[in-house]
């Protein structure tokens, strides 16, 4: 896999890459593990994805969140330019591409300015492609946003992550890192001490996908699927809570849902006692942050997705009634 071009090549900065075995999880952790010592600053989206967040604590980082724009619908830049400025974080994680958990896609000019902005303030930006190729509306998918890379033609403040495992099948645990040659090198040397290699199975898998043109098809497959259960659940969710708010995505894998008012972590609590799991908004913040909040996963369709939202409705109902589930339901269905 080390010898073959990635898939998404959108970039126009291609010095390297790297193929990493825990897909993009894996590569964020080698970066943080190489570029930010225990203490140092790493940038967020606010919301931001949840793993990654945990995974941040973990390696000792000191969390800097950023917030969204209004509605959560894209990046706010004013509150970008002056936390790079003022904190001069190590690093900085974004999802430009159906954020997850939001799905906002950021337009070609918030690209350009935050790589700015990022230069600036001497900041590498860590940028998560991995939902790149999962737009959902066929107007989204034809116009699709320059690439951050694009901005940084001397490869000197952009890191692109890249992974099979949400284009293809979750499975397929194999990432890669575009960046500058010197940093690829360090991450294969410092990979020495960790696993020396990805699994082969899966890079012989990958590489037939890219060799035979099939990755494409793959993708389609995903993209579908993903289309109809979106759609599906927007439609449950919409009938059966409609005082919840929130923006239909255009990609991306997720929902990013307002409860009316009442406590996400409540309703994750008690709906998985009702056999519908869900994860609540505080897992993707800092501090607390986006208790009125939950995500919805595109995971089902049909009457799953009806049933799956009925279920989040009777949550709703007895959390705001101030209940619970008092006896468990065998799950049979998991969102």
């Known amino acids: 896999m080390e010898r073959h071009q990635p898939p998404v090549s959108r970039t126009t900065v291609a010095a390297g890459y790297a193929a990493l075995r825990t897909g993009a999880m894996g590569a964020v952790s080698a970066i943080c593990g190489l570029l930010a010592a225990r203490g140092e600053r790493i940038a967020v989206e606010h919301p931001s994805y949840a793993n990654i967040l945990q995974l941040m604590r ?6 800097v969140p950023v917030p969204m724009a209004a509605d959560h619908t894209g990046w706010d830049l004013p509150a970008w330019q002056r936390t790079l400025r003022a904190a001069a974080p190590q690093l900085a994680y974004v999802m430009a591409d159906f954020h997850n958990p939001t799905g906002a896609l950021a ?92 699994p082969v199975l899966e890079q012989l898998a990958l590489t037939h996908l890219l060799r035979s043109g099939e990755w494409h098809q793959a993708v389609d497959v995903c993209r579908t699927r993903a289309r109809s259960h979106r759609d599906a659940l927007v439609t449950a969710v919409r009938e059966q809570l409609p005082q919840w708010e929130f923006t239909v995505p255009h990609g991306g894998l997720t929902l990013w849902a307002r409860t009316g008012g009442l406590s996400g972590s409540r309703i994750a609590e008690v709906g998985e006692r009702l056999g519908v799991r869900v994860p609540s908004g505080p897992r993707f913040g800092v501090d607390g942050a986006f208790e009125g909040y939950v995500r919805l996963p595109f995971t089902v369709s049909g009457a799953q997705a009806v049933e799956a939202a009925s279920r989040l409705a009777a949550a709703s109902r007895l959390v705001a009634g101030g209940g619970t589930a008092t006896t468990a339901t065998p799950p049979g269905l998991v969102v």
């Open 58 to 63: 973990e390696a000792g980082a000191r969390l």
């Open 107 to 198: 337009d070609t000019g918030q690209r350009r300015e935050l790589v700015t902005a990022a230069r600036t303030a001497g900041t590498l930006l860590v940028v998560d492609e991995t939902m790149v190729d999962l737009a959902l509306d066929e107007p989204t998918a034809t116009a699709m946003p320059s690439p951050v890379a694009a901005f940084d033609p001397a490869g000197s403040s952009v890191i692109t992550l890249g992974s099979a495992s949400k284009a293809v099948w979750a499975g397929m645990r194999l990432g890669w890192v575009r960046a500058a040659p010197d940093l690829i090198r360090r991450l294969a040397v410092a990979r020495g001490s960790a696993d020396l290699g990805s």
